[in-house]
């Protein structure tokens, strides 16, 4: 269902996603994907962002990717939920930042009413609706969602007074940072910001642009509740699949089969699973997945059209799309194999091994 948010008639809300980073952290899955294509419990995070925008009453989504991530997303024909989708495509060989991209989007997103951007790389439910009404009433040149979190360090950081942000620093050294609050990657910006970035040029909002909007008392923040989780390297993407397991409906238990699924798990479309394996708890298996006999999977995220053989075992590990899994292997806890990969009979990979996409491991 879609809700409207509070804009002038005839206005229509846009929201600018930054998905043209690479992902190197990600690395073997990024090498085949881009992190807004990553599923999060069987389904592309982008369409996850897709459908809450949707639901908060975007009219529009402007793509800001480059041109591989661009031809990706294309081929992965995500449902469009009603809203009208657009690219901007960062010059060839020359990525943007995160702020170069909003510059190059001047003419698609117009100067009429604020509009959102948010980093592609987060599951966040965020209200976007609050975020545009308080956007609107603390009459900010900028207005940042928040979140609290354990170890600010590695994201932007903020100092926050009521709701105006006194500090904002980007990656602090340890021990430096001014607060436990931090940007979640979603802003609502006027169009005024266009006037502080340069075109043509790698910016960094984060760093070029927010300091300065924080020296004129101009930038917001508004703290968000509800499930908020980066995917920036392969241990949080397991737990951001983990954390959303845990917000949908567990598996039905079927007592006539002759393997068990323990709760919470998913199985996507057209999985087959062979007599005493033992699926779960936390096994997130993609799409036409073929499971033999007496497998344990727990902990892990299994992508669409890999076969995993009889006796293999697969704990606290991402396997990734079209790879083969032998008889008998193991796969132990922070390995990450990357598609089309063949782990022959027998192999046992130690913890946090990564295969690169396509390669073959024998013993
Ligand atoms: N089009 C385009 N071009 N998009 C880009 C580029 C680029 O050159 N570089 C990065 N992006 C996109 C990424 O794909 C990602 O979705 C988003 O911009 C943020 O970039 P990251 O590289 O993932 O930044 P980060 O995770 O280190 O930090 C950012 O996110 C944190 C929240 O997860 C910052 O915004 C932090 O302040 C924030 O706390
Ligand atoms: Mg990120």
């Given at each position: 269902m879609r809700d409207s948010v509070p804009h002038n008639q005839g206005?229509?809300?846009?929201?600018?996603?930054?998905?043209?980073?690479?992902?190197?952290?990600?690395?073997?899955?990024?090498?085949?994907?881009?992190?807004?294509?990553?599923?999060?419990?069987?389904?592309?995070?982008?369409?996850?962002?897709f459908e809450r925008l949707s639901k908060d009453g975007i009219d529009e989504a402007i793509l800001a990717v480059n041109a591989l991530t661009k031809f990706y997303i294309k081929q992965?024909?995500?449902?469009?939920?009603?809203?009208?989708?657009?690219?901007?495509?960062?010059p060839p060989k020359k990525p943007l930042g995160t702020g170069g991209p909003i510059k190059k989007a001047e003419k698609l997103l117009g100067r009429s009413e604020p509009f959102i951007v948010l980093n592609g790389d987060i599951y966040a439910e965020i209200d976007y609706k609050k975020l545009l009404e308080t956007h609107k009433k603390t009459k900010a040149l900028a207005t940042i969602a928040l979140c609290k979190v354990e170890d600010p360090c590695s994201f932007g950081v903020v100092e926050l007074e009521e709701n105006k942000i006194r500090r904002f620093v980007e990656k602090p050294a340890r021990g430096q940072a001014p607060s436990d609050l931090i940007n979640a990657g979603a802003y609502v910006l006027d169009p005024e910001v266009f006037d502080y970035i340069p075109k043509g040029k790698h910016i960094s909002i984060e760093r070029d642009v927010f300091p300065k909007i924080v020296e004129q008392g101009r930038l917001s923040g508004l703290i968000i509740e509800g499930l908020w989780k980066d995917i920036g390297k392969p241990q949080e993407y397991l737990e951001a699949n983990k954390a959303v397991l845990d917000t949908i409906k567990n598996t039905k238990k079927d007592e006539k089969t002759c393997f068990k699924v323990n709760s919470p798990s998913a199985l996507d479309k057209d999985v087959s699973i062979g007599e005493k394996s033992v699926i779960g708890p936390y096994a997130i298996v993609g799409r036409n997945v073929k499971i033999g006999k007496c497998v344990s999977i727990s902990n892990s995220i299994i992508l669409?059209?890999?076969?995993?053989?009889?006796?293999?075992?697969?704990?606290?590990?991402?396997?990734?799309?079209?790879?083969?899994?032998?008889?008998?292997?193991?796969?132990?806890?922070?390995?990450?194999?990357?598609?089309?990969?063949?782990?022959?009979?027998?192999?046992q990979l130690n913890e946090k091994t990564k295969v690169c996409p396509a390669k073959e491991i024998n013993f």
């Open positions: 206005d229509v809300v846009k929201a600018l996603i930054l998905a043209g980073g690479f992902a190197t952290r990600l690395r073997p899955l990024s090498c085949t994907r881009p992190k807004t294509l990553f599923p999060i419990v069987n389904k592309p995070l982008l369409q996850w962002i992965t024909k995500i449902p469009k939920q009603g809203l009208k989708i657009k690219f901007s495509v960062d669409s059209d890999t076969e995993i053989c009889d006796y293999a075992t697969i704990k606290g590990a991402i396997i990734g799309e079209g790879a083969h899994i032998g008889e008998s292997a193991k796969i132990n806890n922070g390995c990450v194999v990357g598609d089309k990969v063949k782990i022959k009979d027998k192999v």
